[in-house]
Structures are given as structure tokens and as C-alpha cells.
């Protein structure tokens, strides 16, 4: 699979989020968040700043999930990175 232009297929990462004082938030609490974690399965031919493999943060408000090869990914635009680490 090959994305074009400024597309980019990203594998979600669910990650555990504690608050300052040591809870854990229930899955609800962590979907309500802005901006979801992620990892890089695929840039578009125009993606220069982001590789294959990186880890991002991305809007989670973006995008569409699909199936593609029995696995659930999700394709966003390069604009809803907001963080490569």
C-alpha cells in the first residue's frame, strides 16, 4: 500500500494516561483528549518531514479509519500532525 500526496496511514497506539497525582483515566476520560498517539505505517508521496516508522500525535478528530490486508489503520492529512518524536 502506497499513499499519495499528503495522506498518511498511521496504526493507532493505545496508551495508558495518568493524571499528575498518579491515576489512570478510564478509556472514556482518554478519548475525550484532543490529540491521539500513533505510529507511521505509510507517508505520501509529498510527506517530506515524516518517515515510515516515526511516532506521532496527530488530531483525533481527523481522518478515516478502513481495513486494508485484515488490519484496521487510519489515513489523515499531513496538517493533523501536530508532533513527531
Same mark, same amino acid.
Given at each position: 500500500? %502506497?499513499?499519495?500526496?499528503?495522506?498518511?496511514?498511521?496504526?493507532?497506539?493505545?496508551?495508558? #494516561?495518568?493524571?499528575?497525582?498518579? /491515576?489512570? /483515566?478510564? =478509556?472514556?476520560?482518554? =478519548?475525550? /483528549? %484532543?490529540?491521539?498517539?500513533?505510529?507511521?505505517?505509510?507517508?505520501?508521496? +509529498?510527506?517530506?518531514?515524516?518517515?515510515?516508522?516515526?511516532?506521532?500525535?496527530?488530531?483525533? %478528530? =481527523?481522518?478515516?479509519?478502513?481495513?486494508?490486508?485484515? +488490519?484496521? #489503520?487510519?489515513?489523515?492529512?499531513?496538517?493533523?500532525?501536530?508532533?513527531? /518524536?
Amino acid at each position: 500500500m %502506497r499513499p499519495i500526496n499528503k495522506y498518511i496511514i498511521i496504526k493507532k497506539i493505545q496508551e495508558e #494516561v495518568h493524571t499528575s497525582s498518579g /491515576l489512570l /483515566l478510564s =478509556a472514556e476520560d482518554t =478519548a475525550a /483528549l %484532543r490529540y491521539s498517539k500513533a505510529s507511521v505505517i505509510a507517508p505520501g508521496t +509529498e510527506v517530506s518531514e515524516i518517515k515510515k516508522g516515526d511516532t506521532i500525535y496527530y488530531d483525533n %478528530r =481527523a481522518g478515516h479509519s478502513m481495513i486494508i490486508e485484515e +488490519e484496521t #489503520v487510519t489515513i489523515i492529512l499531513e496538517r493533523d500532525v501536530v508532533v513527531v /518524536l
